[in-house]
């Protein structure tokens, strides 16, 4: 169903219900900001006791307004909102903004408030936004209905935060650098629309060229990664999602109430979905301002142009480190410097006009990397030296930018005296950063997004598999009033998935132990087997290296004596018979079931310095075949697992049809809320791999 949010940012008529003469209240600024900021459409203050506001009359209810209301802004007291609801219902009042506070925020009691404000909403088929809200802007509209300061320019970005305060500080920042916005959303407690509804509206709305969020929480993971990942295809969609650390997460949950996901299921969340994901709002408006006003690069290939050596080689160094490349530039661009440019200027990547270039020499330079077809995007650094022609320079950037169909970012660096070029540049919609490490960063987000774009929808292959065979162990194990599955349970699993597991079979005797070695093949292992040891090392109860049949009868008449002795409740099944299993790299597959996104594949080097070394990382399930092939290159020890110093390299695709079918267990099985293969053992290219230990926990 197409979500409709025009009562909100194509209104024919708002009231303010709360509306108030006294210019030091809320209910004043809102009518203030609506009414100075050019609404075309009718106000309508509400109020019981004045006259008018603002020279608009006012109303003692909204059922009072003669004509059709199709938004109302409310800021009455919280105790007063419900009823207002309810007349906003029965006036057929198409959108809400409560800026109101005191709902979920502050306890139970207003938790029960605003889900009796959500339940008057949702019977007169209203749509809300808030409670708890600065309120909302749309500068086509125009619509100031905040009770923030000013009105931002009209521009590309689109905003929504559920940090009410922050929305002022960046509108106030936006006004002192000319960012220009298309729509501006205070979430609030997201009692009905939250980021998801507006993801989706904005991804239709032509004016909004960038979405942009802050968000604390999301309210509904799996929903969020389907429509970011549509939308997100479409046009580019950043987001800084703070509360993720530790620290920051418990203040969250005191914060707005939401829990937080962990840190880890955002940033896989979020490279699944194509958001592109800032690391502070400084972060977030460095990339929207690219994004809003600039073409997408063609390829990766970016070309410094500079008048300082220093800025070159950072911008040179902060390229590599955001895997970006220095375009190499053809031999007629070469030749067009080398004739246009003094001799001491570097005619290579990057550009150096030298210190006391003029605009034209910029201009000669920007115009020939700007031409030549190995180049996808441009960076201009200036200093400002006594001769440097700020404004004029600014101007040929601009120029070019306009014929040239690449984006061009600018580091004109410092600040008072490159002020006014600045201006040129940002008035042509050219994003200026006060250093190129930042240009770098907007430059690499764009890079992304363009490869987001282009590449393929997700394709999930379903294996053939034996369903049934895991459903009734999963049957059999709750029925025991079990939660945790090993061993012989986990193995039928593995076999049902098709994942390799080493030859095992469980013996009762020591004469059907050996008869099951030497069936097997020397050496074996053997692991007492019972459903009632878990650490089976513990007790003496695995022996590796077993070379023959009479060692394999001795090691099960110990091992059996042993585990009697040490728990002598324990059920004792007998003994299990292992293929020993050697020469492979030991990695780690698993899956944890985050609260907010569902399962969460982790993949990283296994044995015993998994926790030490955390090298791992992580995806939500399910997954395509590409996605696993880059969770594989994406650990720091990959390149061990290619092979080094003459080492064979590990059967790589035997792993990723591992994490595939792994995959599909998991989405196939909500049930199953923690999973691991540790280790995973691989062996040589076109050897496989050998799932050793898999345990399971249930929900
Ligand atoms: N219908 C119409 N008007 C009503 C009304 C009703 N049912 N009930 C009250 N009013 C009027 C009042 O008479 C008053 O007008 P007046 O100035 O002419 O007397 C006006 O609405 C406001 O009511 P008042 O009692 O003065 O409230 P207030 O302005 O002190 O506080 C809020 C109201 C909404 C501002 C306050 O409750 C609040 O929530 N503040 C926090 C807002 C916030 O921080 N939001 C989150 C931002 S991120």
Redesign the pocket.
Known sequence: MALTLDPFFNPRSVAV??A???PK???HAVVYNIVTHGFPGDVYP?????EEIMGRRCYP?VLAVPGEVDLAVI????Q?VL??VEECGQKGVGGIIV????FREVGPQGLAMERDLLATVRRYGMRMIGP???GIIDTFVPLQASFALGMPKQGGIAFMSQS??LCTSILDMALADGIGFSRFV?L?NKADLNEIDFLQAWGDDPNSRVITAYLEGIADGARFIEVARQVSKRKPVIAVKSGTTQAGSRAVSSHTGTLAGSERAYEAAFLQAGVLRATSVQDLFDMAVAFARQPLPATDAVAVVTNAGGPGIMATDALERAGLRLATLTAETQAKLREGLPPAASVLNPVDVLGDAMADRYALAINAVADDPNVGAILVILTPQIMTQIQETAAAVTAVAKRSGKPILTAFMGKQTIAAGERILVEHGLPNYPVPERAVNALAAMVRQKRWQERPVPKIERFEVDREAVAEVLRRVRADGRLTIGDAEARTIQAAYGIPFPKSVLAKTPDQAAAAAEEIGFPVVLKIASPDILHKTDIGGVKLNLQTADQVRDAFDLMVYRAQRYQPTAEIWGCLVQQQVRGGKEVLLGMNRDPQFGPLLVFGLGGIYVEALKDVTFRVAPIDREQAREMLSEIRSYSLLKGVRGEPPSDLDAIVDVMLRLSQLVTDFPEIVELDINPLMVFERGKGALGIDMRLVLK
């Open positions: 219900v709360g108030s003469a006294d209240k809320l209910g509400i109020n019981p006791k004045a209810s800021v009455v007291p919280s007063a009823a207002v800026i109101t506070a005191g708890n809200c600065l009410g305060a205070s609030g």
